[in-house]
């Protein structure tokens, strides 16, 4: 059998042996001319700059060994998918506009102004193959956070409508409903009622004060709706008083993925508001990576000042609970290999935090090799496994996530994102892979002790 | 031509001995870097040369070069060859002065028309022609009318060569060297503060033996002493490239005699023969001594850094205008950044 | 003036001039612009430990990453040391440095810094190779990054040529090489060499955000 290669499919319908030809889409947005559109990409590339991007984006010594950890460049040598390559367009933006030296390089011409055709042909480098998982932040030698600056970059992209349809669409859809799949209160609250239903869990839904607003991802409660009475069991059991409530429960943000960030805004309100409305003092986020990094800490932000209220991640939640005994679990008999969500662990600072929860389920967690805070991405953040044209791209990285598992001979595969657990599903069916992705949070759910509240 | 005894019956007279008279030219031969085959003819030359008129014309001097030259504890055969020139002219040295000196001069100048050395030592003042006289006339105008019969000129010590000390910073008498006023004459320039008397007299004998002047460096040197920097040929260069410096002038390092370059040696800029043919009569020379090397044989040698600054010390300039670069600097900061956030007002507005 | 009179006079000023206000104009171009605060809540202290932790520690590569850079890290780390030892431990340069700042330091003997000068040179021509052939640099490779690496090695082999005394006397080769330095000095702050403060910068912001966040940095 040959070996599917996942760049350039054969053209079986050709006379002669070819490859049919690699589709370029240049997805655009609205009906701005191109002149308008680079007017919008410009203003709002330069709106991003302070001094810390500032600094980045002077600093950068063209060194290439961020292509060297990125999984898109190290897995189809393309130079294009060199990280700092990436956000070229924003910096050329920044020494033209912004920087120390812009007025002579505008002058004398130093750098071209960004066309048309460069933004478009950038959709692809800032959306397709980027899922801001950070590893090139760490190998950077100047320290520049380079996973940051495309996160910023896609503002400009969108407001010149130069967005991957499948991702506007979501991101659209989110603003509008509240929820990427179009998950309205009424929806979420049948979702809740049917589990609650079959797995026999008291789920408070609206209560008008309580300590503990939990939240879940439209992911979660579209494919994966276990987690709803998973996390239920859980608060239950660690006796909080908490609820679900119908006017804040998304966590995601599609806002942040796709560069909006009045829609970013929009949607951590939600939940910022319901939260102080019903005077909670902790929001638990759900197995969800970017929902991590928007609330826990771009929240505040958004917000203007500080929280009044703790943000944890589940799995934060989850170590706290079970490090002070609030909550008890048996022992389960098995190996495991723990994928580290790249917002929780590398960028979001809760990497310990699964590593509690797996020791006192008593597994035998086989740390990957280069494992924890630099394990290999699973392809599918940043929005992009929202882009169908990017699925060959994803699944061509995907191999290094699957030889990282692989190694370890672990019996079972576990992980706290359900965008991750999504990249795992779809990767695993393509690849017909003997791996299926677990969430943390249902193991412990699953293996609950009584009378431990 | 006035013809007196030749130079061989005067050495003769003073009883010098034939091997001495030969020794002496197998060392000027060496020095000459000539092939022990030039000695006969070398030997030829001086013996057999008549006395060759040599009018020695001394400026802004202090006449150390004079006494370089002429000093000596013993009768040396250098000094007994300058008795065996024809010194018709020389302040310090003559008998005769005022008109007679002056008379002296003009006869030799015209019973040698076209075949007398003229020497000059001291520079020549040009922004004021009274700053030195001699019987009433200006240096300029004696240099100038002297050189006019003259087969070649010698400017002897860094003085004459290249303006000296009266030509320090701030030059207040305009003074310069030969060069920068005889044109049309070859001018030999023999520098050093004083220069090494060998050295004065070897170009002579040059002179004497080829009847032409010896090939010369960039600044009309002889190649032959002028051509290697004291650096080169230093005995205390491997303690320079060892990285062993004397700090002070009476620590371990210079007791030991180490290299003098962090004491201001300027060896490796200065081209003169000191190292190798040293002085009074191959004694010593500053190093060898202990003291860093002033660079004397080079031009504007008292203005090219301070004798005790070492060589790879840079002249920054004043501490106001480094302070006024970085005020400039941080004016330009800020006005940079004072635009980059109006633009970025201006399109966040927009945006 | 002779070129070695004017090198080390007025070259050396203006070059320090445009050193100093470059330098000042860059960076307070930078530090001046906006800030931007960070309401959210610390899972450990940043600031200035924070920042000064990660200047230290992103000079060396992580374990996972090493094998994919070793080879330009390599390079990168000779040139590196070699120009620190060739520029601040020759006892010629070590006694410019003292006239400058009245500081004096023990320097290492001539020959092994004419040796490590050679190394450094080798590396830069490595660096440049590899500059010109790896598909990831050629693609990002600009103007600043040739020009760099030109005005870095210039000093460097004109400062060989001093000990070896090639092509010109002595004191033309040291003007050369004193000029070679002027140049390299003025075009410090404008191009990628500016990463020589700007360095503190990148690294100490992504230290303080990161190390705040208890990620890892």
Partial sequence: MTTVDGRHELDREAERLAYKPPE????????????????????????????????????????????DACHFHVRTDDPRYTPIWKIELFKRTYKRQVGPFAFFYRLLGLKRHVTIKDLEEWQHLLYDSCTVCGRCSLVCPMGIDIAGLVSMARHGMFKAGLVPHELHET??????????????????????????????????????????????????????????????????????????????????????????PEWQKEASMKLINTAIKIGAKTLVLPECGHAYMAMRWMGANMYGKPLPFKVLHISEYLADALNTGKIKVGKVDKSVAYHDPCQVSRRGGATQAARDVLKHLGVDHREMKNGGDYNWCCGGGGGVITIKRADKLRHRVFKLKMDQVEETEADELLSSCANCRQSFDDSQEHFSWDYKMGSLMEMVAENLEEGTA | MKYGPTVGEVLQAKGVSRRGFLKYCATTASLLALPPSMIPRIAAAIENARRPSVIWLSFQECTGCTESLTRSASPTVEGLIFDAISLDYHHTLQAAAGEQAEAARHAAMEENDGGYLVLVDGSIPTANAGYSTIAG?????????????????????????????????????GAVGVQDLVKDKPVVNVPGCPPIPMVMTAVLAQFLTFGTIPDLDKHGRPLAFFGNTIHDRCYRRPFYEQGKFAETFDDEGAKAGWCLYKLGCKGPTTYNACATVKWNQGTSFPIESGHPCLGCSEPRFWDKGGFYQPLSTGHFGSGAKLGGAAVAGVALGVAAAAAGRRRQAKFTKEA | MDLLEFARGPALQVAAYILVGGTLWRLIGIILLKEKPDFSEPRKSGGLPAALKVIWTRAFTADPFKKATLYPKMMAY????????????????????????????????????????????????????????????????????????????????????????????????????????????????????????????????????????????
């Fill in chain 1, 171 to 260: 991101a659209k859809r989110a603003a509008e409903t509240g929820s990427p799949l179009g998950i309205t209160p009424e929806k979420f609250e049948e979702r809740v009622e049917w589990m609650a239903d079959e797995h026999e869990v008291d789920i408070p839904l609206n209560v008008e004060q309580a300590d503990v607003l939990a939240v879940m991802s439209s992911i979660e409660i579209q494919k994966y709706p276990e987690s709803i009475a998973a996390t239920a069991k859980i608060l239950n059991a660690a006796g909080e008083s908490w609820t679900f409530r119908t006017d804040g429960f998304e966590a995601t943000n599609f806002g942040m993925l796709s560069g909006n």
């Fill in chain 2, 137 to 173: 006339i200006s240096n300029v105008d004696m240099l100038m009318d002297t050189v006019k019969g003259a087969a070649a000129v010698v400017a002897i010590g860094s003085c004459a060569a290249f303006g000296g000390l009266p030509g320090a910073d701030p030059n207040p008498t």
């Fill in chain 3, 78 to 217: 000779v040139m590196h040391i070699g120009l620190f030892a060739v520029i601040f431990l020759f006892t010629p340069h070590i006694v410019f440095f003292e006239g400058w700042t009245g500081f004096d330091w023990p320097g290492l003997p001539n020959n092994v810094i004419y040796l490590l000068g050679v190394a450094t040179v080798v590396s830069g021509i490595a660096l440049l190779v590899r500059r010109l052939t790896s598909p990831v640099l050629k693609l990002i490779s600009n103007f600043d990054d040739y020009f760099s690496w030109f005005v870095t090695m210039l000093p460097l082999v004109t400062g060989l040529l001093i000990p070896v005394r090639a092509l010109f006397r002595y004191e033309d080769l040291l003007a050369i090489h004193i000029l070679s330095v002027c140049l390299l000095l003025v075009w410090l702050p404008f191009g990628k060499l500016g990463h020589t403060f700007l360095v503190f910068i990148t690294r100490g912001t992504t230290g303080m955000v990161f190390e705040r966040r208890g990620a890892k940095t």
């Fill in chain 1, 24 to 67: 370029i889409r240049h997805d655009k947005q609205g009906d701005l001319d191109s002149e308008e559109r680079i007017n919008k990409a410009m203003y709002n590339f330069v709106k991003n700059f302070n001094t810390q991007t500032a600094s980045y984006l002077d600093g950068c010594l063209h060194c290439g060994m961020c292509a």
